[in-house]
C-alpha cells in the first residue's frame, strides 16, 4: 500500500497538448524539429507521443503551450522511458533538466487549479460523502447531505473534467469509457480511502461521480447498525434484503455482514458487485469478489454461474432486472444465504417493488416463493449527524416470522406495518423509532428528529 501513497505523490495529468521537439547543433542552432503529442505532464518531466524512434538517456529540447497560459514553455528532457505505441510510433518519458523556475512554477500551480488529487483530498479532508464534477460549474461537495460548491477552482469545461478523471484511469478504463460513453469503476487512493467512480455523459458532455469510501470495513456498533445483523449473518439459507434510496450505506451494511460472516465461520462467499467497493480478505472463509463490467457481463449472468461454483454465501450487489431476483429467490430456496441490495424506502414498499417487478399474472406464485425463502429486511437511511461529523444510519427492520410470512403469502403487505411495530421481541423495529432514539441519545437534533417523523419519511432520498 506503501506505493499507492508515492504513486499519489508523484502527480500527473493526462491531457492531450501538441509538443514540438527540438535539436539543435553545438552553437544552439535548431536543426530539426519534430512534432508530437503529449498525454501527461507533471512538473518534473513529460511523456510524449511521436513517430520516431529515441535512445535512452538521449537529451533534446521541447516546447509547448499549457491550456489557458498564453506564455510558451520551453524545457530540455533527458529520455527515461521508451515504449512502443505502434508500428511507426513511440511513446517517451522524459524528466526535466533545464526549465525556467517560472515556468516550473506554472505547471505546479496548474496542478494545484486542476489536478484530480486535490480535489480527492479535499473530498476526504472535509468528510464529503461525495464528489461530483460536471461542465459548466465548479466542482461540488457533498457535505452532510447538502451541496457545497468549491467555487475557487473556477468553473470546469468538458475537455477538463477528461483531463481530471483520465489521469487515474487504465488505458483499458479510458478505451470503455469512450466505447460506451458510461463507466463504474473502484479506486483505490490511500490504504484507508477508496472511491466508487461514475462517469456518464449528459447533454453530450463528460460528467462524473465520485463516491468516498472508507476501505476499513467497520463493525456494526461503529455503523450503529442493529444487532439482529449479527443473527441474519448467522443463517444458513434464505433470502437477507438490505434496501433504502440511493446513497443510504447499504453497501457498508452488507460489508460489515460479510466480515462477520468471514470471521465466525468456515464457507465460500461470492460477492457480485457493480464496482467493488470494500475489499475483502480471507479470513475463515474464501471470498471471491466479482465485478460486473469487468470480469462478468451483468448480475444476472454471474448469479446464475455462481450457482455452479460451490459457495455458501452469495452477495448480489444489486436486483436490477426479473432475472437476477428470480435467481437470487431460486438459489435462497436451493440452501444458499443470498444476501441483496435493493432499492425501497420502507419495508413495504421493498417488497411490493420487488414483486412488482414481475407480470401481475405470477404474482399469486413469487409471492408465495418469498414468503417461504424471504428471512428479513433492512431499510435504511442516513441523516446528519449533530455534531456535523458525518452521517448516521436509522433503519427499519422486518424478522420474517409466521406472521409476516402469512400476510405476504396472502398479499396483505399493508399488515407488515403493524406487525414491524409490535414485534420488538423479534428485534424488529420502525424507522420512528430509530429516530426518535437517537433524537434522544442527542445524535441528531430535534428539528430532524421531528422533521422525519412529522413528513412519514417522504422525504427520503440521496440529498439526505
Request: aromatic share 6%.
Amino acid at each position: 500500500m506503501d506505493d499507492l501513497k508515492n504513486k499519489r505523490a508523484y502527480k500527473r495529468f493526462y491531457f492531450k497538448v501538441p509538443i514540438i521537439i527540438e535539436y539543435t547543433d553545438p552553437q544552439g542552432k535548431v536543426v530539426k524539429t519534430l512534432s508530437g503529442v503529449s498525454h501527461d505532464i507533471s512538473s518534473e518531466g513529460i511523456y510524449v507521443e511521436v513517430e520516431q524512434s529515441f535512445a535512452l538517456g538521449e537529451t533534446v529540447d521541447v516546447r509547448f503551450f499549457l491550456p489557458k497560459h498564453p506564455e510558451e514553455i520551453r524545457a530540455a528532457i533527458k529520455i527515461v522511458r521508451i515504449e512502443a505505441v505502434s508500428e511507426n510510433r513511440s511513446g517517451i518519458g522524459g524528466i526535466f533538466t533545464k526549465i525556467l523556475p517560472q515556468h516550473k512554477d506554472e505547471i505546479k500551480r496548474f496542478f494545484e487549479r486542476a489536478d484530480i488529487n486535490t480535489l480527492l483530498e479535499l473530498t476526504i479532508s472535509k468528510l464529503a460523502s461525495d464528489l461530483h464534477l460536471t461542465t459548466g460549474n465548479p466542482p461540488v461537495l457533498r457535505v452532510n447531505g447538502e451541496l457545497e460548491p468549491l467555487v475557487d477552482f473556477g468553473t470546469l469545461s468538458s475537455s477538463s473534467i477528461k483531463e481530471l478523471v483520465f489521469s487515474i484511469m487504465s488505458k483499458n478504463q479510458i478505451k470503455m469509457y469512450e466505447e460506451f460513453k458510461e463507466l463504474d469503476f473502484g479506486l483505490q487512493y490511500n490504504t484507508g480511502k477508496r472511491f466508487r467512480v461514475n462517469l456518464y455523459q449528459q447533454r453530450g458532455f463528460l460528467s462524473a461521480a465520485l463516491r468516498l469510501i472508507n476501505s476499513n470495513v467497520e463493525s456494526i456498533e461503529e455503523l450503529r447498525i442493529s444487532p439482529v445483523i449479527r443473527d441474519f449473518a448467522g443463517l444458513k439459507e434464505g433470502l437477507i434484503l438490505i434496501t433504502g434510496p440511493t446513497g443510504s450505506g447499504k453497501s457498508t451494511t452488507i460489508a460489515a455482514m460479510v466480515e462477520i460472516i468471514n470471521k465466525q465461520r468456515k464457507g465460500v462467499i461470492i460477492t457480485l458487485e457493480r464496482p467493488i467497493e470494500f475489499l475483502h480478505f480471507n479470513n475463515k472463509c474464501i471470498i471471491e469478489q466479482r465485478e460486473v463490467g469487468i470480469d462478468t457481463q451483468s448480475f444476472s449472468i454471474a448469479l446464475k454461474n455462481a450457482l455452479r461454483q460451490d459457495p455458501n454465501i452469495i452477495v448480489v450487489g444489486e436486483l436490477d432486472d426479473v432475472e437476477t431476483v428470480k435467481t437470487a429467490i431460486t438459489a435462497s430456496e436451493a440452501g444458499f444465504l443470498v444476501i441483496a441490495s435493493f432499492h425501497g424506502s420502507s419495508v413495504i414498499q421493498s417488497i411490493d417493488r420487488l414483486i412488482s417487478m414481475f407480470p401481475e399474472s405470477s404474482r399469486k406464485f413469487i409471492l408465495g416463493q418469498l414468503a417461504n425463502c424471504l428471512k428479513g429486511v433492512i431499510c435504511q437511511l442516513l441523516l446528519p449527524r449533530l455534531d456535523r461529523r458525518g452521517r448516521v444510519l436509522v433503519s427499519e427492520v422486518a424478522v420474517v416470522n409466521e406472521a409476516i410470512k402469512k400476510v405476504i403469502r396472502n398479499d396483505e403487505l399493508v399488515q407488515l406495518a403493524t406487525i414491524i411495530q409490535t414485534g420488538a421481541a423479534y428485534k424488529m423495529q420502525t424507522m420512528q423509532e430509530s429516530i426518535r432514539r437517537l433524537g434522544e441519545e442527542g445524535v441528531i437534533d430535534t428539528q430532524t428528529a421531528a422533521f422525519y417523523l412529522s413528513s412519514g419519511l417522504s422525504k427520503q432520498g440521496s440529498g439526505v
